[in-house]
């Protein structure tokens, strides 16, 4: 008896503290994150403005042949740190993002969870402004590029920039979010959004038709027009962002079954049976 007493003595705090952060969270007025989305669009912005300003130092002066040891030296070592970087982000954030996961996504209540996808939607506009900027630099820099130099070398300052840096870095946020979403919000901890996916495999699937469009400019096919067929498989990736569209209904139906619930009420798995909600 003594000895389920004191067992009873230890959970009891746990017991309360469990139950103390579990309503102040529930009493989170949820809002959008306005200063954390500026700051990284102001982070975002100035990145790649940066980018663009050592592009505009060193393409011409050291950048129109890949043979040259000052271009190993500026562009080879930016391309090799760059893409170090990018790997060591998105193979640290994606296993912190699932060994951290809810064990009981159904328990997060539901400002919380609406909180979440506030700052969600916050991210989406930092990417979407980060997405055009980085496509007006790059991706025009590169035709440009490409119209007065025509195709010089395996290696390009602008493919540098576009293909080892802007690419990559949305496909490891791609990915990032992809581990993000269905470990934190609980509408899609037990399936698998599949809009959400062909939105996140389109970077992926562009990287094929990298390799194509080197080996083809390089070897038989000298213009550089955006509608040349050997450029038909970078269209990829703006098919997969059609997919936006479809995760964002995904999203609107839960958020407005969330703002229909009080303090008390909490939503039940869409896939196990019951009502929609219990009190």
Known sequence: MSVVIESMREELPKNLTSLDKAQDQSEIKPKVPWL?????VAASVVLFVAYR??????SFTVGLDYFTPEFEYYW????????TLIALLVFTVVPILWFTREKDPDAVPPKVELQRYYTMFALMAVAS???FVALGLFAEADAAWHQVTIRDTDFTPTHIGLFYFAMPLMFGGMLMAFVWVHTRLPDFHSRISIPFAFLAAGPALVF???GLNEWGHTFFYAEELFGAPIHYGFFVLGLGFFAFGGFLVQCYI?????????????????LSEGP???T
């Open 208 to 210: 094929p038709n990298l």
């Open 276 to 278: 929609s909600a219990t």
């Open 36 to 40: 954390f989305a500026l700051s990284w």
């Open 53 to 58: 300003l050592y592009m505009n130092a060193y």
């Open 129 to 131: 402004i980060a997405s």
């Open 76 to 83: 080879m070592r930016l391309m090799y740190v760059q893409l």
């Open 254 to 270: 839960r958020i407005d079954k969330l703002t229909r619930l009080d303090d008390t009420e909490q939503l039940i798995d869409p």
